[in-house]
């Protein structure tokens, strides 16, 4: 028999052996001798009171063993002679269509602008060190995506795009570990998520898939509304059945590639700001409402933040406990930060992008002479304001966060972790009114949700640009383009997803897609 619960556990119950299968024994009324094993299946933190509670669920088994198999089996085919599928970039949306792909029974032929897990870490180096960015490989660039460098965060909300726990399962058996299936909040790190993105690519070579690097898309060759052919830098064609663009968010060379042969797309509401650095004791002191260091059972601590200003809403993004902040410019003259964390989350930083709403259609009248194409035009100035206030290199402006919200230009700041290092700049007359002004609201509406939140201890470094694609490359019910036939937009770059897992579950989407259209 099996029997599914919910166990609540405090701190000192955590610390002690057997205490799932002990306050099993108890809810049941049954002897702990007969509780064979227990399986947990999600497991929570609940900080909202001053003691600390682990929630979880688990599936007690009751004079039976757990079943050795698993709930999900990845049966891979040789597609090493099958009919082709032509897949642009190799992030999770690229990955994940490809290993659908070849579980169909059809060869995926990929092809990335950048270059591989380990070659693409002198690139990052090159952009920390030496503030030069290679516009093919760098912390968006590459395989793997954005997610390989910037943090392996595996919430998502898309819980009815598909099947969520197929794609955890997968990743697990790509070699995540199987915390990924239980935790609330899963999370890999940049540290290990390299490994796994290798062993998918192992995987797809070794069933007959084709992954070509340093390959960039530079044309399509439609005809009659068809695509017929897609042609490469080095001025290869290749002739193509069906293509599943997956692109991501950043690849705005794409973007005017379609406006200028005339192809159908959208401007898109997305959301810029800011990074906000706490010392991460800061963070765990207010959530765990604790006075020095965390008990060393709870990890660093996270928040979700968000404050409506305006009509606009002003939020927390890509949340990094015990994290870093990365230079995520994917060109010259453009400073662009991100947030990643390693699994241990052990960091003495805790990072977080703060954002404002902008409604494409509404905030930015003044770049509607770019068409579709206004919101990318209107990050790519932004970015631009952003580095020449850092001084011209991949330095980022900063302000202290009090500094910043109460107008005044900080005459230090904080230790950062922030490699490239920081400028103080006057963040709240350089940022536009329709930003700044809401996130100097936000951050003084956040100081009183969490009391120590606003504090001169942190920085705020700009810009956070790259929240979603402010351009959506439209597709019919099948997924196809509506205008270009064999065109799949797939994953962020499309529009359609916001992280990797929503993104990965495209990504097959858009495989099974493609394939029946064959």
Same mark, same amino acid.
């Given at each position: 028999?099996?029997?599914?619960?919910?166990?609540?556990?405090?701190?000192?119950?955590?610390?002690?052996?057997?205490?799932?299968?002990?306050? @099993?024994?108890?809810?049941?009324?049954?002897?702990?001798?007969?509780?064979?094993?227990?399986?947990?299946?999600?497991?929570?933190?609940?900080?909202? $009171?001053?003691?600390?509670?682990?929630?979880?669920?688990?599936?007690?088994?009751?004079?039976?063993?757990?079943?050795?198999?698993?709930? &999900?089996?990845?049966?891979?085919?040789?597609?090493?002679?099958?009919?082709?599928?032509?897949?642009?970039?190799?992030?999770?949306?690229?990955?994940?269509?490809?290993?659908?792909?070849?579980?169909?029974?059809?060869?995926?032929?990929?092809?990335?602008?950048?270059?591989?897990?380990?070659?693409?870490?002198?690139?990052?180096?090159?952009?920390?060190?030496?503030?030069?960015?290679?516009?093919?490989?760098?912390?968006?660039?590459? #395989?793997?995506? /954005?997610?390989?460098?910037?943090?392996?965060?595996?919430?998502?909300?898309?819980?009815?795009?598909?099947?969520?726990?197929?794609?955890?399962?997968?990743?697990?058996?790509?070699?995540?570990?199987?915390?990924?299936?239980?935790?609330?909040?899963?999370?890999?790190?940049?540290?290990?998520?390299?490994?796994?993105?290798?062993?998918?690519?192992?995987?797809?070579? $070794?069933?007959?898939?084709?992954?070509?690097?340093?390959?960039?898309?530079?044309?399509?060759?439609?005809?009659?509304?068809?695509?017929?052919?897609?042609?490469?830098?080095?001025?290869? #064609?290749?002739?193509?059945?069906?293509?599943?663009?997956?692109?991501?968010?950043?690849?705005?060379?794409?973007? #005017?590639?379609?406006?200028?042969?005339?192809?159908?797309?959208?401007?898109?509401?997305?959301?810029?700001?800011?990074?906000?650095?706490?010392?991460?004791?800061?963070?765990?002191?207010?959530? &765990?409402?604790?006075?020095?260091?965390?008990?060393?059972?709870?990890?660093?601590?996270?928040?979700?933040?968000?404050?409506?200003?305006?009509?606009?809403?002003?939020?927390?993004?890509?949340?990094?406990?015990?994290?870093?902040?990365?230079?995520?410019?994917? @060109?010259?003259?453009?400073?662009?930060?991100?947030?990643?964390?390693?699994?241990?989350?052990?960091?003495?930083?805790?990072?977080?992008?703060?954002?404002?709403?902008?409604?494409?259609?509404?905030?930015?009248?003044?770049?509607?002479?770019?068409?579709?194409?206004?919101?990318?035009?209107?990050?790519?100035?932004?970015?631009?304001?952003?580095?020449?206030?850092?001084?011209?290199?991949?330095?980022? =402006?900063?302000?202290?966060?009090?500094?910043?919200?109460?107008?005044?230009?900080?005459?230090?700041?904080? #230790?950062?972790?922030?490699? =490239?290092?920081?400028?103080?700049?006057?963040?709240?007359?350089?940022?536009?009114?329709?930003?700044?002004?809401?996130?100097?609201?936000?951050?003084?509406?956040?100081?009183?949700?969490?009391?120590?939140? &606003?504090?001169?201890?942190?920085?705020?470094?700009?810009?956070?640009?790259?929240?979603?694609?402010?351009?959506?490359?439209?597709?019919?019910?099948?997924?196809?383009?509506?205008?270009?036939?064999?065109?799949?937009?797939?994953?962020?770059?499309?529009?359609?997803?916001?992280?990797?897992?929503?993104?990965?579950?495209?990504?097959?989407?858009? /495989?099974?897609?493609?394939?029946?259209?064959?």
């Amino acid at each position: 028999m099996v029997k599914e619960l919910q166990l609540r556990v405090n701190l000192i119950e955590e610390k002690k052996e057997d205490i799932l299968k002990k306050k @099993a024994s108890k809810k049941l009324g049954i002897s702990f001798a007969d509780i064979t094993a227990i399986k947990v299946l999600r497991k929570s933190i609940d900080a909202r $009171k001053k003691d600390v509670v682990f929630n979880y669920k688990v599936a007690v088994y009751i004079n039976e063993p757990i079943p050795d198999t698993p709930d &999900y089996i990845f049966e891979y085919k040789d597609v090493s002679n099958a009919k082709e599928i032509h897949i642009v970039g190799f992030g999770p949306a690229g990955m994940y269509a490809a290993l659908r792909c070849i579980e169909l029974g059809y060869k995926p032929i990929v092809l990335e602008r950048g270059k591989n897990v380990q070659d693409r870490r002198r690139d990052l180096r090159a952009i920390n060190q030496f503030h030069d960015v290679n516009e093919d490989s760098n912390y968006c660039f590459g #395989e793997g995506g /954005a997610g390989t460098y910037s943090d392996g965060k595996l919430y998502t909300r898309s819980l009815k795009r598909g099947d969520v726990r197929r794609i955890f399962e997968n990743l697990v058996y790509h070699g995540a570990t199987e915390q990924i299936l239980i935790d609330a909040h899963p999370h890999i790190g940049t540290n290990k998520l390299p490994k796994i993105i290798q062993n998918i690519r192992e995987n797809i070579l $070794k069933y007959g898939g084709e992954i070509h690097f340093d390959t960039r898309v530079t044309d399509f060759v439609i005809k009659n509304n068809k695509l017929q052919a897609i042609q490469l830098q080095n001025g290869t #064609e290749m002739t193509v059945n069906s293509v599943i663009l997956a692109t991501g968010h950043s690849a705005r060379d794409i973007y #005017e590639l379609l406006h200028r042969k005339d192809i159908l797309l959208k401007a898109k509401s997305f959301a810029m700001g800011v990074r906000v650095e706490h010392p991460q004791q800061i963070i765990d002191q207010i959530q &765990y409402s604790c006075s020095g260091e965390r008990d060393e059972l709870l990890p660093a601590a996270a928040y979700s933040l968000v404050h409506q200003v305006g009509n606009r809403g002003v939020y927390s993004f890509c949340m990094c406990p015990g994290g870093f902040i990365v230079p995520a410019a994917t @060109a010259n003259g453009e400073v662009v930060v991100n947030g990643m964390s390693p699994s241990r989350r052990n960091n003495k930083f805790a990072n977080s992008g703060i954002v404002v709403e902008i409604n494409v259609d509404k905030d930015i009248p003044k770049y509607e002479k770019h068409g579709v194409l206004k919101g990318l035009q209107y990050q790519k100035d932004l970015e631009k304001l952003a580095f020449n206030a850092g001084g011209r290199s991949q330095v980022a =402006p900063a302000q202290r966060l009090t500094d910043f919200v109460e107008g005044r230009l900080s005459l230090s700041l904080n #230790e950062t972790s922030y490699q =490239p290092g920081l400028n103080s700049s006057p963040m709240h007359s350089l940022l536009p009114k329709l930003i700044g002004s809401r996130l100097r609201k936000g951050f003084a509406a956040f100081g009183k949700k969490m009391h120590g939140y &606003y504090t001169a201890e942190a920085n705020i470094i700009g810009v956070e640009s790259r929240t979603s694609s402010p351009v959506n490359i439209p597709r019919k019910e099948n997924l196809e383009h509506p205008q270009i036939e064999g065109l799949f937009p797939c994953g962020e770059g499309g529009g359609y997803a916001g992280g990797i897992i929503s993104a990965a579950m495209d990504g097959e989407r858009c /495989a099974e897609a493609a394939i029946a259209k064959l």
